[in-house]
């Protein structure tokens, strides 16, 4: 059991607000991520929970018990940084069963030895007990790093961009080595990113932070087909974020008027995420030509514009056939159902 | 065409100014070992019989003894507290550290004339005798700021997230300077320590206006100089570049040490975001 509460907590550094009275609640054996961008607090209330600053007002509470003042080497909490960094002058056992032998009283030298062999098979390591840093790879040295803190079995993990550092192949790998860890140690994950896929890919709910505010709260599936406002809409996946009046649930889009399921009057945003875009050849649809066009394997990525809208608006089509040249006129089509309409002041 | 006029060029002065520097101490060196008591060429044949003449000597004994009780007092004096103060030191941030700093840094700029003699008053002040103690203590403000300067190199280089990870793994600060910050500097408060011990064993002219009617070797050596031109200078002026050099490979090889294991944990790839 081990959930974790923040409340009200405000950080200033200097004459920057970090973190803006934020309130989280953290439920047992949950796998929850800060998500945003660089310098928007998601690394500021981590480290709040780790006890590495003591916020300026609002608490950290740990199973109803209040942590704020209590100092980092004596909270059950463990951290995996965003480099890994392991101890140069020890090996991987030395680097592992270092938590372990600040308990040493408690702990037999035989119980160390196994809980490091565990915590090394865990993370896939075993065999690499002699090997020193400078004789890994990146991606095995956040793995030593990661069987470091989970040896000292925390009920809650933190991760602070544990992956960042990785080649997009290794990040995939150890996204999936994460989620069977967090299957496997039924420990509290707090993970810090500012990469959305890793977000959406791991997360039981996702945080999204902006100017160290939370601006939405929600599971994966409500955070990516209900953004709460542009912001959030923009970050996470690509959206069109594009200005529109809307008139008894209708609105003008080029020279179209598409049908919209919303209660909202009057000026308001469009969010529509690019694959649901369709291009079609001629015909029925919203006449738009084609200024930029871009590969990506699993399909063609485009950069329309339509008369009457200022910015261009992004479509994703699906590989196969000719695409669509530079300069070339084109009609498009949005379903009323994939049509989202948040409030604009 | 021309690189190679240059490099020839810049060889021979190489060659000279290497010539210049060191022939003094070669000769000084080669003389050590004559078999006469000449100070000049030509050479007339090897011999260690100034060697036995001056080890045999009850005056450069005592004198090579006091020189080496000075030399290690001073030395772990300093070690202990350059250690806690560097640490501290590391710690500060902005304007405060800039000002303890330069506290701290200043007597490495003061003329050694002037700490001499500014030594001598105090110690007549407080009544202290001067002796083997003053001259340490004398020593110990000589050599401090070279020991700062080189631990503190070090320590600002230190990668501080290492000491987060080992508190969040449950060190507290004694234990994350023992487990953690000393077993990456130590080999550098080796080197420190054999250069702090060197500039201790070789000084002078702050040792003479302290030490009173006690000597130490570069003292003992002046005053032989003194009465006459002694082909046991030689000999002295030899055992004094060899301790001197040996400390100074020591230092060498401990820095190399802590170098290349700082290189191995931060060439990887992956350490640099």
């Known amino acids: 059991m081990s959930r974790i509460s923040v409340d009200g907590i405000t950080q200033n550094f200097g004459s920057v607000r970090a973190l803006d009275d934020v309130s989280l609640d953290v439920g047992d054996q949950e796998f929850i991520t800060l998500l945003g961008p660089s310098g928007c607090g998601k690394t500021t209330l981590l480290r709040a929970i780790a006890g590495f600053i003591r916020p300026q007002s609002g608490s950290v509470t740990m199973n109803s018990i209040d942590i704020t003042k ?37 702990l037999s030298r035989q119980e160390i030895k196994q809980r490091v062999q565990e915590a090394l098979a865990l993370v896939r390591l075993d065999g690499y007990e002699n090997r020193r840093a400078h004789e890994l790879s990146g991606g095995q040295m956040q793995r030593v790093a990661l069987a470091r803190a989970l040896v000292k079995r925390p009920s809650v993990l933190l991760l602070d961009e544990p992956l960042s550092a990785l080649d997009l192949k290794i990040r995939l790998e150890m996204e999936g080595e994460l989620r069977r860890v967090h299957r496997e140690t039924k420990a509290t994950f707090i993970y810090v990113t500012h990469d959305q896929r890793e977000a959406l890919a791991l997360s039981d709910r996702i945080a999204v932070f902006e100017n160290g505010r939370i601006s939405q709260l929600g599971t994966p599936t409500e955070i990516y087909h209900q953004p709460a406002n542009p912001f959030v809409a923009r970050f996470v996946g690509d959206s069109n974020v594009i200005p529109i009046e809307i008139a008894s649930r209708s609105f003008m889009l080029g020279n179209q008027r598409l049908a919209i399921d919303t209660d909202l009057d009057g000026a308001a945003w469009l969010v529509v995420r690019p694959e649901k875009v369709r291009i079609l050849g001629a015909g029925v649809g919203i006449p738009a030509e084609v200024s930029d066009l871009a590969f990506r394997g699993t399909g063609f990525a485009y950069e329309l514009r339509i008369s009457g809208v200022d910015s261009v608006v992004k479509a994703e089509s699906p590989a196969g056939g000719e695409p669509w040249s530079i300069g070339s006129s084109v009609n498009v089509e949005i379903e009323p159902a994939d049509c989202l309409a948040l409030v604009r002041t | ?53 001056v080890l045999g000597n009850t005056e450069f004994r005592r004198a090579l003894a006091n020189s080496t009780i000075v030399a290690f007092s001073t030395s772990l004096a300093t070690l202990v507290i350059g250690m806690l103060a560097s640490l501290g030191i590391a710690k500060m ?60 190199a070090v320590l600002d280089r230190l990668d501080l997230t290492l000491e987060e990870t080992a508190a969040d793994l449950g060190a507290n600060a004694w234990q994350v300077f023992w487990k953690v910050t000393f077993p990456q500097v130590w080999p550098i408060m080796i080197a420190a320590s054999c250069l702090t011990f060197a500039l201790s064993f070789d000084e002078f002219i702050i040792t003479f206006f302290v030490i009173g009617s006690e000597s130490t070797l570069p003292m003992y050596i002046w005053s032989q100089l003194r009465r006459t031109v002694n082909p046991t200078i030689n000999v002295i002026s030899t055992l004094l570049l060899a301790t001197t050099m040996l400390l100074w490979v020591v230092a060498f090889v401990a820095v190399l040490r802590s170098e290349r294991r700082r290189r191995y944990s931060i060439s990887k790839g992956a350490f640099t975001p």
């Open chain 2, 1 to 53: 065409m021309t690189d190679r006029i240059r490099s020839h060029g810049t060889g021979a002065i190489t060659v000279g100014v290497l010539v210049f520097l060191y022939a003094p101490l070669m000769i000084v060196v080669l003389f050590s070992f004559h078999s006469t008591g000449g100070l000049s060429f030509p050479f007339q044949g090897f011999s260690l019989r100034w060697y036995e003449a």
């Open chain 2, 93 to 152: 941030h902005g304007r405060l550290r800039s000002v303890i700093g330069a506290f701290f840094f200043v007597p490495l700029t003061l003329p050694g004339l002037f700490i001499g003699l500014s030594l001598l008053v105090w110690f007549s002040r407080i009544e202290l005798p001067p002796s083997l103690t003053t001259v340490t203590f004398a020593h110990v403000i000589y050599v401090f700021p070279y020991f700062i300067l080189i631990l503190l």
């Open chain 1, 70 to 106: 209590k100092p980092a080497h004596r909270r059950s909490i463990n951290m995996v940084f965003q480099r890994p960094t392991l101890f140069p002058h020890l090996n991987v056992e030395g680097n592992v069963a270092f938590g372990l032998k600040l308990e040493s009283p408690r």
